[in-house]
């Protein structure tokens, strides 16, 4: 009678450990909900969902993600609130309208401060992206990684633009960030701010003239075809990050921390091999579809007449000098 009472005694015990030790997995497992504004088969999409599946394996299962792709869970705006406030866990966002947030993430939007594509991804890469996330935490957000999202170019329905004398008198849609606006009118054109989904309607009514962005905005959203003239100023290289709330990856282990990170990173090797490969794409879908195209090889002009741009904001963010000297040191 004994032994019996004894193993039954065990057995209840035995049970209550696995459900304790159940229960307390499940208690800290996380499971993060994603946002991502492109549709499938974007190079964002494909690299946010092999990062979900990366975290799920590096972690061994304590963290897992569940993407939400084509911005079904609100606009950018939005989410970048929700992230921040932790409604939502990750999202991968453009630093554009982070910028006015976090006056770190805003350096990347003054014009020409990025030599070309491989210049960002060293700076970024390197202590200028550490210490962009580090004044991103401020607002609640931390970068893990960072994408690429092109070099931002005019195009319009009226001409080519060779000059910033071109630009004058253009109403030009431009993203939310007073950076953007100065950028015009320092060129002599009209700002017109607006959300990234009324672009198209505003180009085909006559609302705007223009706009700027790259090669797979231009074609995927169809903008080619109601603003025919492609002028390649690659006046802006605005990065996108893997950003993640700052209080659910500090609440993580170490271990999940640094499991995070990496498969941001490896993400965003994907993300740039396939974005440069859609980037070649849309530009040779456009260009037979008879968009007018023109380089502009000598970019000085534009560069000086938008330098008062950053006099002007390093004017009112001094402390923000070497973080803008770091990245035009970078080589």
């Avoid at 499938?40 to 946010?48: H, K, L, Q, R, S």
């Avoid at 350096?107 to 200028?128: N, Q, Y």
């Avoid at 008198?169 to 431009?174: A, C, S, T």
């Avoid at 040779?284 to 741009?309: L, Q, T, Y």
Wanted: some cysteine; proline content about 5%; hydrophobic content about 45%.
């Amino acid at each position: 009678m004994f032994i019996k009472k004894l193993k039954l005694t065990r057995s209840v015990t035995l049970t209550a450990a696995a459900i304790a030790v159940s229960m307390t997995s499940a208690a800290t497992a996380a499971e993060w909900k994603g946002w991502n504004i492109h549709k499938p088969g974007y190079p964002n999409t494909v690299a946010m969902d092999k990062f979900a599946d990366l975290v799920k394996a590096k972690t061994n299962g304590n963290v897992t993600v569940k993407m939400f792709h084509s911005g079904v869970l609100g606009s950018q705006p939005d989410a970048i609130e929700q992230v921040r406030i932790g409604g939502l866990a990750i999202g991968n966002f453009n630093l554009g309208p982070i910028g006015p947030m976090a006056a770190e993430a805003n350096v990347v939007s003054l014009p020409f401060i990025f030599k070309d594509m491989g210049h960002m991804h060293r700076a970024l890469d390197g202590a200028a992206g550490d210490k962009i996330s580090a004044g991103m935490e401020k607002i609640g957000l931390i970068a893990l990684a960072w994408y690429d999202s092109g070099a931002r170019s005019f195009y319009n329905s009226k001409k080519p633009i060779m000059t910033p004398a071109d630009v004058t008198g253009l109403k030009v849609r431009v993203m939310n960030n007073e950076l953007y606006s100065g950028m015009i009118s320092a060129l002599g054109g009209n700002p017109s701010p607006m959300a990234f989904s009324e672009v198209y309607q505003s180009l085909k009514t006559g609302v705007v003239d223009g706009a700027e962005n790259n090669w797979p905005s231009y074609e995927s959203t169809g903008h080619f075809e109601v603003a025919g003239y492609y002028s390649l100023s690659q006046h802006l290289i605005i990065p996108e990050c893997v950003c993640v709330n700052a209080k659910a990856f500090n609440g993580l282990s170490a271990a999940d921390q640094t499991a995070v990170k990496e498969a941001a990173r490896e993400s965003a090797v994907l993300q740039r091999e396939l974005w440069e490969k859609r980037a070649v794409a849309s530009r040779e879908k456009v260009m037979k579809a008879g968009v007018k195209f023109n380089d502009i090889p000598n970019k000085a002009a534009f560069m000086a007449a938008m330098a008062p741009v950053h006099t002007k904001y390093l004017a009112a963010n001094p402390d923000l000098v070497p973080l803008v000297n770091l990245i035009k040191n970078t080589k």
